[in-house]
């Protein structure tokens, strides 16, 4: 097949006609798909239902420094989970917080705490600025820009790489303005592209010379041992160079185990250095009697050791290699040396980033959903909603069974086509 | 017994000399006991055993509404939880929200939100303003306290009476001053007096004319169903009246099962208008992927029922009443008449207040400390930690045992009889 570019008005005009019986087709076929966001299917929650049994009426009580976790106490998390979940981030059990469920709430709660307090070495909060400004790797994750966006703080997008953001940008602007006080990072199989970030680009933030005395590295390891091939992506230890380098307040890093056990009801970690969490735990004390540590000591007693981490990732990549592969193919059948679409082939995570033409990105995720698939709103992955070039659609595989995935994938093809070919005649 | 200022001097000093000597004896006992807290005891905490085994691997992991526990979704509580709860508090499923393990992190969010974005019907932010201002009964929750000096809210001390608040203080300082934004009340069995609103208290509450469009009560409801006796302290819906003035967006109303099945790893609520929420909810998207959905069903598969819970509760109160009537015994033997000390006998929650002579507490407190029974820290009950008669003593019975509250008890006397019988000699 030959690129859309090349073809001639007429042929482009037949493919259009046809391209619209078929799509017209698929309307009839009444699907209702979701391929939005990157939820576990239930076959993966399955695997973690013994979590539900582990801790009982019949379980010691204690954890490891004899504190009765059903009373109050232990506000930044129980020894027991902190010894098992600081070896699986390579850190000590000082460099590590276990606070609630949700890493994402983690995140908003630093941003705000940073905003009304500052963080160590803050000259003044970061509400008392007129502006401060957050760096964000494009396309991204949309709960990331959200926070920034609900806080009232200033996204400046910076491109995505095969090797991670584009550090030439990001070392500029930090070290010019003062008011640059953060950057989201997701640095291994980043949402939405799968790309884990170089050993030079994690060098290259270990070595970040900011002008902000307070900036932050917020470091959203969210898929750290989310592999899909014993083949694996590695991501250096930013944490271990920034030690090297004498910048480790620089970090903040979280993880969580929504995507290990059961999203929303696991547990949420922060890693940074003992200075830094202790001017947190400051605030952490005022805002909470503490985290739920039953539901940490389950997590300890169900996921036991690494090395059985690793086993129960595993049993997950099992089940999600074969659906990435699916619509990896459907996306190489369909669309590959068409010059309509370019897609990423992540060896982890939940998600692949496809391009389109430019204009294209609103106009195929509005034919899907017509059809009856949603896709992650066009533009999400962008500050403020806004894809300048209208060019990302993020996939995420993971929900659907491969069945689903299939038609899903053959509608979304085809509307890649339809809204390329329409593109094309346009400009013509 | 005669009043202690009615005595000779040198009875004083006689009686100085005895105290002293008893004292002294104490400190050779090595005690290590705490009454500084309101933390169930573990038997208390045995009660809710059930609850660990209630919700397995052989449960439905469906809501009532299809959702998978286990997954993404239900940012603000799932509907079977907010059926029991809102029934519990008398309440719609849409007037209240379940979120995360503790209501204390709740009240710091909308208060932390409210700083950012306001609350329904703000002109502005709440930390846009040079000073926004919260009243605080005194003497009232540390807890309370520290949120709004961690936020830098300055607070204005409204003296406790037997009925609630000063009612006339309040409704002037309310409806004189726009930078009033909140007042901290428990309600029933207030922390730390033990003392319910009366219904005029309720009432005056409900009819409030703030200046601020945007003021909040903040009603922590903590121990809505902690009674201790059958015949127990009836609390008038605030709510309800709020309805019936119109002015129901007043209010903000906090509770959880803390000490009700587990602390730390229970249900928070917040209860307010489905307005308030709404507005509340936007910004809870943005903060978290949403709540411990499975301990939620625990909590509904456990408690089951309203008639249950208070069945459970009454549980509680039969372990609990013992340990108020053995400190109200001691008490009343040790220091009824002497005309030194004041205390208040509640029908519920989880302390009792006393009132020592004009500059006694700190030296109570200090003088316990050194031999041996840890109380809550003088001034603690106060704004700034800072109780300017220096009189208020927080007693926490619930956690001793009762053969520990007994010695706890004597010592306790003592010191106050101590500190006493010096205060009356410095001052002749």
């Known amino acids: ?33 979701d391929m939005s966001r990157g939820k576990p299917a239930p ?19 204690k954890t490891a420094d004899g504190l009765d976790i059903r009373n109050y106490g232990g506000v930044d998390g129980t020894l027991d989970a902190k010894r098992l979940f600081g070896e699986l981030m390579g850190v000590s059990t000082d460099e590590i917080v276990l606070m609630g469920s949700s890493s994402l709430a983690l995140m908003y709660d630093v941003v705000v705490r940073a905003m009304v307090h500052g963080v160590l070495g803050s000259p003044k909060p970061w509400g008392k600025y007129d502006k401060i400004k957050f760096l964000c790797p494009v396309p991204g994750y949309d709960r990331h820009f959200a926070i920034s966006e609900s806080l009232g703080i200033e996204m400046i997008p910076v491109d995505m790489t095969e090797r991670g953001p584009d550090m030439d940008l990001i070392e500029k602007l930090v070290s010019q303005d003062e008011t640059v006080k953060g ?8 949402n939405p592209q799968g790309i884990t970030y170089s050993d030079e680009t994690v060098r290259r933030f270990a070595n970040l010379s900011p002008a902000a005395p307070d900036f932050r590295i917020f470091w959203d390891n969210a898929y750290c041992i989310h592999d899909l091939y014993e083949d694996h992506d590695e991501l250096l230890d930013l944490f271990a160079e920034l030690k090297k380098t004498g910048k480790a307040n620089m970090l903040f890093m979280f993880a969580s185990t929504s995507k290990v056990t059961f999203p929303g009801s696991g547990v949420a970690m922060m890693i940074a250095t003992k200075e830094n969490l202790d001017f947190t735990r400051k605030d952490i ?38 659906k990435f592969e699916t619509v990896l193919q459907d996306l190489e059948n369909n ?21 389109t033409m430019e204009g294209c990105a609103k106009w195929v995720i509005s034919l899907c959903k017509e059809a009856g698939v949603a896709m992650t709103a066009a533009g999400a992955t962008h500050p403020y909603g806004i894809d300048p ?6 996939i995420a595989p993971t929900y659907p069974s491969i069945g689903e995935l299939k038609k899903a994938g053959e509608l979304f093809c085809l509307c890649v086509k339809l809204a390329s070919v329409e593109k094309i005649l346009q400009t013509r």
């Open 1 to 33: 097949m030959s690129a859309y570019q090349d073809l001639s008005t007429p042929e482009l005009q037949a493919m259009l006609k046809e391209l619209q019986a078929q799509y017209d087709e698929f309307k009839t076929k009444g699907l209702k798909l």
């Open 183 to 190: 950057i989201w990072c997701i640095p291994k199989y980043s």
């Open 43 to 61: 076959n993966q929650l399955d695997l973690s239902m013994p979590l539900l049994d582990v801790l009982n009426s019949s379980s010691d009580m």
């Open 335 to 355: 669309l590959s040396g068409l010059g309509i679409a370019s897609w990423t082939k992540p060896r982890g995570g939940y998600f692949i980033a496809l391009k």
């Open 285 to 322: 004390a005022v805002q909470t009697i503490g985290p739920d540590k039953p539901n940490q000591i389950r997590h300890v007693l169900f996921l036991k050791s690494v090395d059985n981490i690793y086993d129960h990732m595993k049993k997950h990549a099992a089940l999600l290699r074969p």
């Open 389 to 394: 070039k209208d060019v990302d659609i993020r």
